[in-house]
C-alpha cells in the first residue's frame, strides 16, 4: 500500500506571499523522511502541502508538482478531500475528538469514507488500528470511555491509529513528540520504526537526536534570510547528513552552532 | 533549626482589598438574582393560590382553575415546540454559514441583520404576523386542507384570515431565530482549530467536519442556546396576542380557526377587564408558565450533564 512521493520545483505561496521556493526531493516509499531546520524554515508548511492540509488557510496555493506514485496531487480533477484520505496526518498536539469514544475514534476515518460496517468488521479495524500503534493492551478494557481520558502520549498514539485505520499509502507526522515526554517519545519513535514497513512516514521534528534515530533520509531547510521563503538545502541518506553533509549551513545547523 | 509554629497559630493568606471589593459585589449580584426569582415566585403563589381554589362561580370563565389553565398551558407549548422545530434547523444552518461557509466579506453584515432581527420589538412581529404573513398564508393552508388533510395537523377547515396557531409560531420562529443563531454562531466559530484539522486530515467534507469537529464541540451550546429561545417562545405575548385568534380549544389542528391560546397571551388579553378572583386565576396561570420554564432549563441542564465526560472540557 505504501507509495513514493516525488516532488519537483515547488513553490508554495500564502497569497502573493512566497512562503516555501523551489522544492524537489524524491520520498522513498516505506521509508522515514525527517524535515529539520529551524522554525519558520517552511518545513511544516511543506509537509501540509504533501495532502494539501496547507489549502486550509484562505490564499494558500502552489506551483510545481507533487506525484505519488505518477499520480499528481494538484492535478485539476483531484479533490483534496480524496488526497487527504490518501495521506494520514498526525499532529503536533494531540487531537482526538473529545466527544468521541476511543474506538470512535479510530473509526472516524473509516466511517467518512465507506458507508456501513458491521459491528465484527469495526471490532477488527479498532483492534488491528490499535495494536498497530501499541495501545491496545492499555486501552482494551476502556475502548468505550472518552479519547480525551487518556495520557498525552497516548491521546497521541491513538491519533496515530486513528490515522492508520484507513490504511493511507503515506502517514505525515508534524513534530508528533514535541508535546510529549521522553518515555513517551520513546515509544512513538519505537513505533514509527514498525510502521515504517508498511506506510511511507514523512516527519517533522526540531529534535535533531529524534531525526538521527527514527530516519533513513534526513533533509535541512532553511531560511535564506527575513522575509525570504523557505528553501530546501540538501537532502540525502541520515547517517551522511549527520557525519558529512555538503553545506555548511547544515552541518552548523546539525551542531548546534547555528545563528 | 526550623521552628515549629504554634497549632493556635493558622496561616491566613494574605487578602488584597481588589479581591475584597470584586468577591463581595459579585457575590452580591449572585444574591440579588436569587432573591429576585424568589420575590417573583412568592408573589405568583401568594396571589396565585386564592385563584387556583376559587369555585367556578366566582371567576368569569366558570371553569375549575385545572380546566381553565389546561388548554392555555397545551397552547403555549404547541407553539413553542412549533417554533423551536422551526428555528432551530435553521438557526443552526444560518450560523454555520456564517462561521464556517461564507466568504469573510458576506458573513460579518449578514451577523449584523441578524442581531438586528433581535431588536425589533414584538408589537412590530405581532403587527406583521396580523398584516402582512397571516393573509400570505391563506392560499398554502387552503393548499395543506386540500392535499394533507389525512394527516391530523392539517386537518382544517383551513382559517379564512390565516390568524392560526402555525402563523403565531412562525413569527414566534422568526423572533427566536436570533438568539439562537447568535449564541451558535459564537460557538462554532470557538471549535478548536485541532480538532477541525484533526476531521479534514481524516478526509472530511466541510460539512463532515462540521458533523464530526464542530456539532459535538458545541452540542451543550446549541441545547443551551436552543432553550433560550424557547424560554422567549414560552413567555412572548404580544405578537402572540395580536396574531392568533384564540378560543381556548386543545386541539392540534394547526389550521383551523379554533386555536387554543397561550398563558402569557391570554394574560394579556384579559388581564384589564378581570377583577376579584379572576386576577387571581390569571395570577396562577403566569405561576404555571413560571413553572414550566424552570422545569424547561433543568431538564436542559440535565440533557447537557448526562454526557459530560464526552464534552471536552476535561
Known amino acids: 500500500m505504501a507509495k513514493s512521493i516525488d516532488v519537483s520545483d515547488l513553490d508554495i505561496y500564502y497569497g502573493d506571499f512566497l512562503a516555501v521556493e523551489g522544492v524537489t526531493i524524491p520520498i522513498a516509499a516505506r521509508s522515514v523522511t525527517a524535515f529539520i531546520g529551524p522554525s519558520g524554515c517552511g518545513k511544516s508548511t511543506f509537509l501540509r502541502s504533501l495532502n494539501r492540509m496547507h489549502e486550509v488557510i484562505r490564499g494558500a496555493r502552489v506551483e510545481g508538482k507533487v506525484l505519488i506514485d505518477g499520480q499528481d496531487l494538484y492535478a485539476d480533477d483531484m479533490d483534496p478531500v480524496n488526497v487527504r484520505r490518501l495521506i494520514g496526518m498526525v499532529f503536533q498536539r494531540p487531537n482526538p475528538f473529545p466527544t468521541m469514544s476511543i474506538a470512535e475514534n479510530v473509526l472516524a476515518g473509516q466511517r467518512l469514507n465507506s458507508k456501513r460496517m458491521k459491528k465484527k468488521e469495526a471490532d477488527e479495524i479498532v483492534e488491528r488500528s490499535l495494536r498497530s500503534a501499541g495501545l491496545w493492551n492499555e486501552v482494551k478494557d476502556r475502548l468505550d470511555r472518552p479519547g480525551s481520558g487518556l495520557s498525552g502520549g497516548q491521546q497521541q498514539r491513538l491519533c496515530i491509529a486513528r490515522a492508520i485505520a484507513t490504511q493511507p499509502e503515506v502517514l505525515l507526522m508534524d513534530e508528533p513528540c514535541s508535546a510529549l515526554d521522553p518515555i513517551s517519545t520513546s515509544i512513538i519513535e519505537d513505533l514509527i520504526h514498525e510502521l515504517k514497513t508498511d506506510y511511507t512516514i514523512v516527519i517533522v521534528t526540531h529534535n535533531m537526536q529524534q531525526a538521527a534515530r527514527v530516519s533513513d533520509t534526513t533533509a535541512f531547510f532553511n531560511l535564506a534570510g527575513v522575509g525570504q521563503p523557505g528553501k530546501l538545502v540538501e537532502h540525502g541518506d541520515t547517517s551522511t547528513m549527520f557525519s558529512n553533509p555538503a553545506d555548511p549551513a547544515t552541518e552548523a545547523y546539525i551542531q548546534g552552532r547555528f545563528g | ?308 465526560d464526552f464534552s471536552g472540557a476535561n
Open chain 2, 1 to 308: 533549626m526550623t521552628s515549629t509554629q504554634s497549632p493556635e497559630r493558622r496561616r491566613t493568606t494574605p487578602t488584597r482589598p481588589g479581591d475584597r471589593i470584586f468577591r463581595g459585589t459579585s457575590l452580591a449580584a449572585a444574591l440579588l438574582i436569587l432573591a429576585t426569582l424568589a420575590g417573583v415566585a412568592v408573589f405568583l403563589t401568594a396571589e396565585g393560590i386564592p385563584g387556583i381554589l376559587a369555585s367556578p362561580d366566582d371567576v368569569k370563565h366558570g371553569t375549575t382553575f385545572v380546566d381553565y389553565v389546561v388548554p392555555l398551558v397545551f397552547g403555549t407549548l404547541l407553539a413553542a415546540v412549533l417554533a423551536l422545530t422551526m428555528a432551530v434547523p435553521l438557526a443552526i444552518g444560518v450560523a454555520l454559514f456564517i462561521s464556517h461557509y461564507a466568504p469573510r466579506k458576506l458573513a460579518a453584515p449578514l451577523g449584523y441583520v441578524i442581531d438586528l432581527l433581535a431588536a425589533v420589538p414584538s408589537v412590530v412581529y405581532g403587527v406583521w404576523g396580523i398584516s402582512f404573513l397571516a393573509p400570505a398564508l391563506v392560499p398554502l393552508y387552503r393548499w395543506l386542507e386540500e392535499n394533507l388533510g389525512f394527516i391530523p395537523l392539517f386537518a382544517g377547515p383551513a382559517s379564512a384570515t390565516g390568524r392560526t396557531i402555525l402563523t403565531a409560531s412562525i413569527v414566534l420562529a422568526v423572533m427566536v431565530l436570533p438568539v439562537i443563531t447568535a449564541i451558535c454562531r459564537e460557538i462554532f466559530l470557538q471549535t478548536p482549530r485541532l480538532h477541525e484539522e484533526a476531521a479534514l486530515a481524516l478526509g472530511a467534507t466541510r460539512w463532515e467536519m462540521a458533523r464530526l469537529a464542530i456539532f459535538p464541540y458545541a452540542r451543550s451550546g446549541i441545547i443551551s442556546a436552543s432553550m433560550l429561545g424557547l424560554g422567549r417562545a414560552l413567555g412572548e405575548t404580544m405578537a402572540v396576542a395580536m396574531v392568533l385568534s384564540a378560543s381556548g380549544v386543545v386541539t392540534f389542528n394547526l389550521i383551523s380557526s379554533t386555536n387554543p391560546s397561550t398563558i402569557a397571551a391570554n394574560i394579556a388579553l384579559t388581564f384589564n377587564e378581570a377583577t376579584g378572583l379572576t386576577v387571581n386565576a390569571l395570577i396562577a396561570s403566569g405561576l404555571v408558565l413560571f413553572v414550566i420554564t424552570f422545569g424547561v432549563n433543568f431538564a436542559a441542564r440535565a440533557i447537557v450533564d448526562r454526557r459530560k
